[in-house]
């Protein structure tokens, strides 16, 4: 098998400067394992490298996709995978870096669906969304999955219906179905490298990104993207940063209380990786 190295940890941990170090010293070019990186134009909020980070080393799959499409683990696996052969292929080594980590399990053990979707399922939910709206949707899920119903924005149909399509059709949340998707032996040998610090210094250093994002023009960066016709319901600026900017920008709460929520969903992100990791 290919020998990569992997590094992961939560947001705000340095993965970025400590991947670049690694692919300096051991001459390799780093393929991104972040799932908002992957965006155009979503710079600030996704502490995307900066142009003098990017000039240290090569990065692959970063800053290439359309904010409007979506993208998943089995795009990001086939992706990683051709980056992945044509590093090495050069004669290079290949560091994987990101806090995605389904994509990172996907890329190590591979991803496929364990069973079939219910198609006339998943229609009768999706009219039932035109008819009553995504809310009463979501609202359904909060009394059976409230898990899921936490992660996913209410105004996020596509993921509402999915994970009532799987409560209804086998009886279990998608919370607690990981099996959903399965997973199998390993696709490459790798040497995976997990950053991590003491919980409460880690929250004052993403206390402190936020502030930078914040300095940095992370609200003027959404107000471009509504500018050029960006809906901000979209999947990718309902992450972690763009949505609290958006629920500010549609006066829905007040400057002060879009900072606390950034700052609190970013803390809550990192507890959650890692958690996984």
């Not at 009532?164 to 199998?184: K, M, P």
């Amino acid at each position: 098998m290919q020998k990569i190295i992997v590094i992961v940890g939560p947001t705000g941990i340095g993965k970025t400067s400590f991947a670049i170090e690694v692919a300096r010293s051991v001459g390799a070019e780093i393929v991104n394992a972040d799932s908002v990186q992957l965006y155009k134009r979503l710079d600030i909020g996704s502490a995307k490298p900066d142009r003098a980070e990017l000039a240290q080393a090569r990065h692959h799959l970063i800053d290439f996709l359309d904010p409007e499409l979506e993208f998943d683990a089995g795009q990001f696996m086939t992706l990683a995978d051709q980056a992945i052969a044509d590093i090495a292929g050069r004669g290079k080594q290949v560091v994987v870096a990101g806090g995605t980590g389904f994509y990172v399990k996907a890329l190590l053990h591979g991803l496929f669906r364990s069973r079939r979707v219910c198609e006339k399922t998943i229609r009768a939910l999706e009219a039932e969304a035109r008819t009553l709206g995504a809310g009463c949707l979501h609202e359904r899920l909060s009394a059976c999955d409230p898990r899921a119903a936490d992660r996913i924005h209410p105004n996020d149909t596509f993921r509402v219906v999915r994970a009532l399509e799987v409560f209804q059709t086998t009886g279990q949340t998608i919370s607690s179905r990981q099996q959903d998707h399965g997973f199998g032996s390993d696709r490459y040998d790798a040497l995976q490298i997990g950053l991590t610090m003491d919980r409460d210094a880690l929250y004052r250093r993403i206390n402190q990104r936020v502030d930078i994002m914040l300095e940095q023009g992370l609200l003027d960066e959404v107000k471009a993207l509504v500018k050029d016709g960006y809906s901000l319901n979209l999947k990718s600026l309902q992450t972690i940063g763009y949505r609290q900017m958006g629920l500010f920008l549609e006066n829905r709460v007040d400057w002060k209380e879009a900072v606390r929520l950034l700052k609190r969903d970013t803390r809550r992100y990192a507890k959650r990786q890692m958690t996984w990791f």
